[in-house]
T-cell receptor, first 117, second 109 residues
Framework: GAVVSQHPSWVICKSGTSVKIECRSL??????MFWYRQFPKQSLMLMAT?????????EQGVEKDKFLINHASLTLSTLTVTSAHPEDSSFYIC?????????????FGPGTRLTVT | KNEVEQSPQNLTAQEGEFITINCSYS?????LHWLQQHPGGGIVSLFM???GKKKHGRLIATINIQEKHSSLHITASHPRDSAVYIC???????????FGQGTRLTINP
């Protein structure tokens, strides 16, 4: 099946610094990638949808200037958490849609655990 | 009321038992997904359904479009099946997923 990777798998950073998380589709071209965050014992919350070559569409309540998303190629999307604060500590998951393989099929990455101290 | 409701929220069973997790939704959908999330956090897509029934190994997923209901069954459950199982739907024509709250399954040896 299609594989999506994320890097890093976990990261600890100091408050005020920025952190970049990468999401790659390894064996298919991802026309659309989705970024989610998940707090402990809660369900996934969609943060934004990004289509290759265009600006991301952010969900209501998600600050686009704080969570910068770049989808520069068909295999790579990045999420940068700028000026991170402890409340940004969460589990961040990406998923990717293979445009040619089916409109609704999504493949999930393994997630990145961010801890801001 | 959430658009996607799962039941039960928590389920504990003995190894070997037949497991059923239910999902009801209130919107028209293009597809329904069953996902598995292990304690480490990674999510695996188990099934995507738009009608009927699918089977993969010991897992069976069914959907009744008229009743807006889907079930995930696990036969001969095993401790390694312990995970959170999440139902999610694509609303009609929408790419993004709407998630249920998840069902935490624990299988004891």
């Amino acid at each position: 099946g299609a594989v999506v990777s994320q890097h890093p798998s976990w990261v600890i950073c100091k408050s005020g610094t920025s952190v970049k998380i990468e999401c790659r589709s390894l064996d298919f071209q991802a026309t659309t990638m989705f970024w989610y965050r998940q707090f402990p014992k809660q369900s996934l919350m969609l943060m934004a949808t990004s289509n290759e070559g265009s600006k991301a569409t952010y969900e209501q309540g998600v600050e686009k200037d704080k969570f910068l998303i770049n989808h520069a190629s068909l295999t790579l999307s990045t999420l940068t958490v700028t000026s991170a604060h402890p409340e940004d500590s969460s589990f961040y998951i990406c998923s990717a849609r293979a445009g040619l393989a089916g409109l609704y099929e999504q493949y999930f990455g393994p997630g990145t655990r961010l801890t801001v101290t | 009321k959430n658009e996607v409701e799962q039941s039960p929220q928590n389920l504990t069973a003995q190894e070997g038992e037949f497991i059923t997790i239910n999902c009801s939704y209130s919107v028209g959908i293009s597809a329904l997904h069953w996902l598995q999330q292990h304690p480490g956090g990674g999510i695996v897509s188990l099934f995507m359904l738009s009608s009927g029934k699918k089977k993969h190994g010991r897992l069976i997923a069914t959907i009744n479009i008229q009743e807006k209901h889907s079930s995930l069954h696990i036969t001969a459950s095993h401790p390694r099946d312990s995970a959170v199982y999440i139902c999610a739907v694509n609303s009609m024509g929408a790419q993004k997923l709407v998630f249920g709250q998840g069902t935490r399954l624990t299988i004891n040896p």
